[in-house]
T-cell receptor, first 114, second 114 residues
Framework: NAGVMQNPRHLVRRRGQEARLRCSPMKGHSHVYWYRQLPEEGLKFMVYLQKENIIDESGMPKERFSAEFPKEGPSILRIQQVVRGDSAAYFC????????????FGQGTRLTVV | AQSVTQPDIHITVSEGASLELRCNYSYGATPYLFWYVQSPGQGLQLLLKYFSGDTLVQGIKGFEAEFKRSQSSFNLRKPSVHWSDAAEYFCAVGLNSNDYKLSFGAGTTVTVRA
C-alpha cells in the first residue's frame, strides 16, 4: 500500500528551463494538494485539485506556474522559465475526500535553480 | 490571516531525555491546530491535532500537545525520546477541521544524541 509518491526527489534546472514535478496520490484518493516550502519558511498552500478539476488555485503565483490532475496518471506541477526564487521544496498531499479525512503527504521534491 | 511561529530552528536532545517543541499561533477565532513530523526520506506524517475539548491531546508515537489559549501556544512534548524521533517537526493552524490551506511554521529539526 504505497503512500503518496513524488518524483523526482531532487531536480536541478537552469534559469529559464521548465520544471515538471509529479505526484501520484495514494490509492483511492482523488483529492490532491500542492504546497511550497521556501528556505527558512513554513509550507504554503498552492493549489487544490480533484480529477480533471482545479478546485482552488488561490496560492499559485499568477505567472509561470500551472497544475493539472488528469483522469489518468499523476498530478503535475509545472513551472515554466524557472528563476532562482523558485528554488524550494514542493510537497504534495492527497486525501480520499474533503470531509474529515486526513491528508497524507509525499516526501517532497527539492527544486534547485542554478 | 492565521500564522504560526516555531521559535526553535534546531534542538538537540539526549536519548531518553524529555522533549518540548514550541509553537505559537496567531488567529482571531478558535484555531484548529496540528503537529506533523517528517522523518528523513519520508513524507509529512500527522502526529496529532486539536479541534476542541480537552486541551491536552494525545498523539501517535508517544507524543502529546497542550493547547493554551491564553498564551496562543500549542507545544509538543514527549517524556522520553528515542533515536527514531530525530526528524523535522512542523506545527500548523487551520480555519477548520479539514482546512487544506493550513499555515505551517518553518519547522524544528530535532537531533537525538546517544
Amino acid at each position: 500500500n504505497a503512500g503518496v509518491m513524488q518524483n523526482p526527489r531532487h531536480l536541478v534546472r537552469r534559469r529559464g528551463q521548465e520544471a515538471r514535478l509529479r505526484c501520484s496520490p495514494m490509492k483511492g484518493h482523488s483529492h490532491v494538494y500542492w504546497y511550497r516550502q521556501l528556505p527558512e519558511e513554513g509550507l504554503k498552500f498552492m493549489v487544490y485539485l480533484q480529477k480533471e478539476n482545479i478546485i482552488d488555485e488561490s496560492g499559485m503565483p499568477k505567472e509561470r506556474f500551472s497544475a493539472e490532475f488528469p483522469k489518468e496518471g499523476p498530478s503535475i506541477l509545472r513551472i515554466q522559465q524557472v528563476v532562482r526564487g523558485d528554488s524550494a521544496a514542493y510537497f504534495c498531499a492527497s486525501s480520499r475526500d474533503r470531509e474529515n479525512t486526513e491528508a497524507f503527504f509525499g516526501q517532497g521534491t527539492r527544486l534547485t535553480v542554478v | 490571516a492565521q500564522s504560526v511561529t516555531q521559535p526553535d530552528i534546531h534542538i538537540t536532545v539526549s536519548e531518553g531525555a524529555s522533549l518540548e517543541l514550541r509553537c505559537n499561533y496567531s488567529y482571531g477565532a478558535t484555531p484548529y491546530l496540528f503537529w506533523y513530523v517528517q522523518s528523513p526520506g519520508q513524507g509529512l506524517q500527522l502526529l496529532l491535532k486539536y479541534f476542541s475539548g480537552d486541551t491536552l491531546v494525545q498523539g501517535i508515537k508517544g507524543f502529546e500537545a497542550e493547547f493554551k489559549r491564553s498564551q496562543s501556544s500549542f507545544n509538543l512534548r514527549k517524556p522520553s525520546v528515542h533515536w527514531s524521533d530525530a526528524a523535522e517537526y512542523f506545527c500548523a493552524v487551520g480555519l477548520n477541521s479539514n482546512d487544506y490551506k493550513l499555515s505551517f511554521g518553518a519547522g524544528t529539526t530535532v537531533t537525538v544524541r546517544a
